[in-house]
């Protein structure tokens, strides 16, 4: 299964992975009800049930940047092309006995691409340092990154408490083009760009808990340990460290209230640390060349998201979710011009969905989310030094809806009741 997620919306993870948390803001560390709580809090497994989700969706970004005044990269507005990337996810639980249960999951946990035609030419376009059209003065420029992530999960509760530990296999793909330009600048120029994709693979993982507080109040605490992989060895020229692009560390805390039994309002918090992966959080203004140990990288630092949600199950056949998420920018003023390549600046993002009971074990399930436009800008810095002459404004905004279908094995009751 290979997802393709292009700027996601927390920097490059998605906001969420299956239909219910996306409908919901991507809330849910303390409210499990489906598989694809592994991806979240696998201590949630233990509510679950039997059952399986299966989910699609379709993401469509607009990305690109402009300029003003004279400098190196290609002038004017500038987009990307590629406009819509499938994104699958399934999972699957079931209970051991009333106290435990297991599951896996896959899911696409983020990406970013961008592909920008060579139609767009530099102001120094056939001079010596310039010799070809594109963004970067190499044709085709851009990049695309892939992650997907295979999990299996293991919950227990101890009354009120409920843990759970779920090992993590990820596989990411990832393709530069147009970059060439920056070979004198490398330690590496040979595995710099223009090669076809690359693969690496690692493992981590993820555990948490949830704690129930009262009949109608609970809260969840959850992690990720940094994914460790492979390095991309035909891009050691790029990433720092030797082409290592490690997936960043995450937390997660949340809390879920039954308004009504029939209403769950839910909040999350998030930290992703992108800083602590070279290759992502070193400045790429660093005096170095690139591909080396501890050497420039893309800028980003750490964000925080809060998100909200509500799921209202009054109806017979019906259950509509609402949700809003923020998080911070990761990409600062000074590493803008690189971040053409990515850039991840959505901050704003709105989600509704439902869930249709065709029978009372299993639902078509439906959800959208739309990120308005995000925007960073900053002076025009390239190897070579600042250029205060070009400013560099680069903006993304996303729309994503994804379909899916749950089916319920051991139960049921019609969605009317929650867990309380």
Known sequence: MTPHEVGATEGYFLEGYGTREKGVGGAGAADS???LALSINPAGLVDVGHQYTLGLTAFSPDRGYRTSGPGFVAPGHVQSGRGLFPIPNGGYSRPIDEKSAWGVAVYGNGGMNTTYSANYASLFYGSPMCRQTGVYCGRNAGVDLNQAFLTAGYAQRFGNLSIGFAPVLAVQIFKARGLAVFGPFSSAPNELSDHSYNWSVGAGVRAGLQYRLTDRLRIGVAGSSPIWMSPFENYKGLF???????IPANVTAGVAYDALPTLTLLADWKHIFYSQVPSVGNWSTLQAPMGVMNGPGFGWSDIDVVKVGA???????LALRVGYSYNNSPINSRDVTLNILAP???KHHISGGLSYYVTPSSSI??????SPQGTASGIERTPLGPNPMRTINIYLSTFEITAGWTQRFDVAPAPVAAKI
Not at 240 to 246: L, T, V
Not at 311 to 317: A, L
Not at 365 to 370: E, Q
């Open 33 to 35: 009800r489906d598989p």
């Open 240 to 246: 720092a460290n030797e082409g290592d692009f490690d």
């Open 311 to 317: 799921e209202y199950r009054g109806f017979e056949k």
């Open 344 to 346: 991840a600046v959505t």
């Open 365 to 370: 399930d439906l959800a959208a989310v739309v």
